[in-house]
């Protein structure tokens, strides 16, 4: 299986203060990759860092086998990289409508804009019903789904996920799981997902990236995070 | 990403949801309004309001047509800063210098061409077109700036601006001639309308000309794609980054957009007396520019409206006071000096306690409430 994502030896931090420290992992092509570790691991860190709003220190990232280093976050989208940020990266001022078309406001082929439009409109009913309301009028899982929503309009191959459950509900962060679940097996889309609750996350993943300090600890197949007590025991807490 | 739509994805669906009629509807509701009628729309408003003016303008007295020609003017500027700062929410304290930029390159282009003894109709829309130009290139150097700078900061740097007007001329008197300013020969009216057409009328012509223009085209940018990147940029950058908007280019667009706005408003401003002078032009214009959007409604086109309206009548009002009330000489003075600042101070306050939204946000809750109020006659 190829991968989509090669990350290799990649530090990066915030001016002088140093998070990630030689983070080396690959994210195969079509599987749900969990992040996964205590606070202050340098998960959200990592991410940003993937998506270019940070700049790495050192290290390389390599996104369908092309070097990321200087590309710009706005051409990341194009090229279909999508990150959805923790605070759900909706524009509060803008419509449910708005915010969508935003997804896709520099996609040339506005047909199929449009179509990926309804897609997601079929895919969340809430939203549907709420196209007029403006961003700041939606509950927390309704803008957890636009965030969603305006990523996969770019129609993405890899999505960058920031604790897409953080303030929802069990039973609807338990949907959007399995909905990220059902997007990757139907069509392909690669996920990235950033998780503290460590349960759900790797109800869904394939694999397990733990982090801890700054560092990959482990990088293994979920099933086996998921089984061995010991492991969960030393890294993960539970 | 496939349309499957598995039973166990997100519902959260109240007792309520109307989501029978949704599956009645394939189009889904309000997918209608993305259309190629919105510049047709706005054309044929425009027409109509520029109808309603000129007649108006053949009723008026020249005074009166020359304070219309002024809301003209001033409708170029504010429309464009509206947009600005209200919908990229950049703070700029220096549009009444990007006005003095498009008023200067108007008195010098048709400075040297009438040294030339070159003449012809073509000149004044030619300048007018060079002062927004000009400015937009002025605006560029800005916006450049800007685009690195946020919100106090910004304002900083663009309220030093707009001090450096009455500096560089003087400096430069070779060129702007200091404090004197520049005169050029004046507009007239083309033979074609008669001998004896009221000039004034012909200049509130021309600067409603240049306004409906600055207005549509304004309609039409915020309506459009680059208005929705606007607003996403102005209230979350780094979401509008992550859904693919060039953030820097984008408010350095706005920025020059809005200066060529200025520009054109600036010099047909000029033309409107056939002067400039840095007095015109002092820091008191660029604060004036930003309390008249504020209290028309801050981001909204029409708002920008009443704020032309209110700087035209709010500058006249103390000439008007000192006129109808014989006051004594000294007060008079002082009045004619102050007033208008301090109506408009005064205006902004109350303004903002009774109406955040400014004038256009009262009206439109005032129309709301109509509305509200008609559909059910019995509350």
């Given at each position: 299986m190829t991968a989509i994502l090669e990350v290799d030896e990649l530090s990066s931090g915030y001016g002088p203060v140093p998070v990630l420290r030689d983070v080396t992992f690959e994210v195969p092509t079509g599987t749900v990759t969990a992040i996964l570790g205590a606070n202050g691991a340098g998960k959200t860190t990592l991410l940003r860092t993937l998506s270019g709003l940070l700049r790495p220190t050192t290290g390389r990232v390599r996104f369908d086998g092309e070097d990321l280093r200087g590309v710009p976050v706005e051409r990341l989208v194009r090229r279909g990289l999508a990150h959805v940020p923790e605070g759900r990266g909706v524009v509060a001022e803008l419509t449910v409508e708005e915010n969508l078309r935003l997804g896709g406001l520099w996609r040339r082929d506005r047909a199929d804009a449009r179509r990926a439009q309804d897609e997601v409109y079929q895919l969340f009913d809430p939203l549907a019903r709420r196209r007029r309301h403006a961003g700041h009028q939606l509950s927390g899982g309704e803008r957890q789904m636009l965030a969603l929503g305006r990523a996969l309009i770019a129609r993405p191959r890899l999505l960058l996920l920031d604790e897409p459950s953080l303030g929802l509900a069990p039973r609807v962060s338990g949907q959007i799981m399995t909905l990220l679940r059902q997007l990757c097996d139907g069509s392909g889309l690669t996920v990235l997902l950033v998780e503290q609750n460590v349960r759900s996350a790797l109800g869904i993943a394939d694999q397990g990236v733990v982090m801890s300090l700054g560092r990959v600890v482990m990088a293994t197949p979920a099933a086996q995070l998921r089984d061995d007590e010991q492991l969960r025991h030393a890294y993960l807490g539970f | 990403m496939t349309a499957t739509r598995p039973s166990e994805v997100p519902t959260e669906r109240p007792p309520a949801a109307p989501s029978a009629l949704r599956r009645l509807l394939p189009g889904a509701p309000g997918s209608g309004t993305v259309g190629g009628s919105t510049l047709l729309r706005h054309l044929i408003v425009a027409v109509l309001a520029g109808t309603a003016v000129v007649l108006l303008t053949n009723q008026l007295p020249p005074y009166q047509n020359l304070q219309v020609a002024r809301v003209g003017a001033f409708l170029c500027v504010t429309a464009g800063y509206t947009v600005l700062v209200g919908l990229n929410g950049q703070l700029s304290l220096g549009h009444g210098a990007l006005m003095a930029t498009g008023a200067y390159t108007v008195a010098l282009v048709q400075q040297a061409l009438a040294d030339r003894a070159v003449q012809g109709r073509w000149i004044l829309p030619l300048s007018l077109l060079l002062a927004a130009g000009v400015t937009a290139a002025v605006g560029l150097a800005i916006g450049l700036a800007a685009a690195r700078l946020r919100g106090p900061y910004l304002a900083g740097v663009t309220l030093a601006v707009a001090t450096l007007v009455p500096a560089i001329?003087?400096?430069?008197?070779?060129?702007?001639?200091?404090?004197?300013?520049?005169?050029?020969?004046?507009?007239?009216?083309?033979?074609?309308?008669?001998?004896?057409?009221?000039?004034?009328?012909?200049?509130?012509?021309?600067?409603?000309?240049?306004?409906?223009?600055?207005?549509?085209?304004?309609?039409?940018?915020?309506?459009?794609?680059?208005?929705?990147?606007?607003?996403?940029?102005?209230?979350?950058?780094?979401?509008?980054?992550?859904?693919?908007?060039?953030?820097?280019?984008?408010?350095?667009?706005?920025?020059?957009?809005?200066?060529?706005?200025?520009?054109?408003?600036?010099g047909v401003y000029a033309v409107l007396t056939g002067t400039v002078a840095p007095g015109k032009f002092a820091l008191e214009l660029s604060l004036f520019l930003l309390m008249a959007i504020v209290i028309g409604g801050l981001g909204s086109l029409a708002g920008a409206v009443w704020g032309a309206v209110l700087l035209v009548a709010l500058q006249d009002l103390p000439s008007l006071l000192t006129e109808t009330f014989t006051l004594p000489s000294g007060l008079a003075r002082r009045l004619e000096g102050n007033l208008a600042l301090a109506v408009f101070g005064l205006t902004l306050v109350v303004v903002m306690l009774a109406a955040p939204g400014g004038l256009q946000g009262a009206a439109r809750d005032l129309l709301a409430r109509l509305g509200a109020r008609r559909r059910h006659p019995s509350r």
């Open positions: - | 001329t003087t400096i430069f008197t070779d060129v702007f001639n200091g404090e004197q300013g520049l005169r050029f020969p004046a507009e007239t009216p083309p033979a074609s309308l008669g001998a004896y057409f009221q000039p004034e009328r012909w200049l509130a012509w021309v600067a409603l000309l240049a306004a409906l223009v600055t207005m549509v085209l304004m309609a039409n940018l915020v309506r459009s794609r680059f208005g929705r990147s606007l607003r996403a940029v102005r209230d979350d950058e780094v979401a509008a980054r992550l859904a693919g908007i060039p953030v820097a280019r984008t408010q350095v667009l706005a920025f020059v957009v809005s200066a060529a706005c200025a520009g054109l408003g600036g």
